[in-house]
């Protein structure tokens, strides 16, 4: 393999671990595998488009010659909010509280596009209070209820979305000489418009099936420790090869 120095990772909370204590979660079994410095911008609730968003700024201030990276799929009802200088996602977990109360959680859902660096949230100020966040939420949800009543079509909209925002992660990655692979847990070849799923390069996707997620998941749906060291070890092999 190639000599590099950092691990570029990003994804939602599949890939920053869920109920996974810090040096369990795969990104840090592979970092330490590779023996690689690890910048992990993966958070929980990570939409698609925050994905794509925020790992285009921050490789375009990383030297592709010495850069690994590895990007884990989320799922396609989620979307990207800006409020200030953060991101924060939208989910359809939100709907169950918008009839009495949204909380505006930072906790490990906030990324920024302009650090290449993990910002310790603690220290960052999103410019916003809570109130106007909750508020701006609260309008989200609003409109995704919307969504949901009027529009039939929509999730093969958020399906497409997503297929979208992947291939344009892909091309960026291409484009710019970057060695990588991308984690999925989906199902992407269920998704709308065929010819744009024929664009995406299948040789630089890993792919997690159904069985696995039965085998390697817990009664979360996230993974386990032993899932998080399989998916190490399949990501190790694939960039071994």
């Known amino acids: 393999m190639k000599k590099y120095k950092n691990l570029y990772i990003n994804g939602c909370s599949f890939t920053a671990g869920d109920n996974i204590i810090d040096g369990k979660t795969w990104p840090d079994l592979l970092s330490k595998k590779l023996n690689l410095y690890l910048i992990n911008h993966s958070v929980n609730g990570n939409s698609m488009q925050s994905i794509t968003f925020n790992s285009v700024n921050h490789l375009i201030k990383l030297n592709n010659q010495d850069t690994l990276v590895v990007i884990g799929l989320t799922w396609p009802p989620r979307y990207m909010i800006q409020i200030g200088k953060g991101v924060v996602n939208f989910s359809p977990a939100f709907l169950d509280k918008s009839d009495k109360s949204v909380v505006f959680s930072t906790f490990r ?133």
């Open 109 to 241: 859902r906030v990324s920024v596009p302009y650090s290449k660096n993990k910002i310790d949230i603690d220290d960052y100020v999103l410019n916003i209070n809570e109130q106007d966040g909750v508020i701006i939420v609260k309008k989200f949800v609003d409109y995704y209820k919307s969504l949901i009543q009027y529009d039939d079509n929509l999730l093969e909209n958020q399906k497409l979305n997503q297929i979208t925002q992947i291939i344009l992660l892909q091309s960026f990655l291409k484009q710019n000489n970057f060695e990588y692979r991308i984690v999925n847990f989906n199902q992407l070849e269920t998704y709308p418009n065929k010819p744009l799923y024929k664009k995406l390069d299948k040789s630089k996707v890993i792919n997690f099936n159904a069985s696995w997620i039965k085998l390697y998941t817990d009664d979360t749906a996230h993974p386990t420790e032993m899932g998080c060291e399989n998916i190490t070890e399949v990501i190790y092999d694939s960039i071994n090869k």
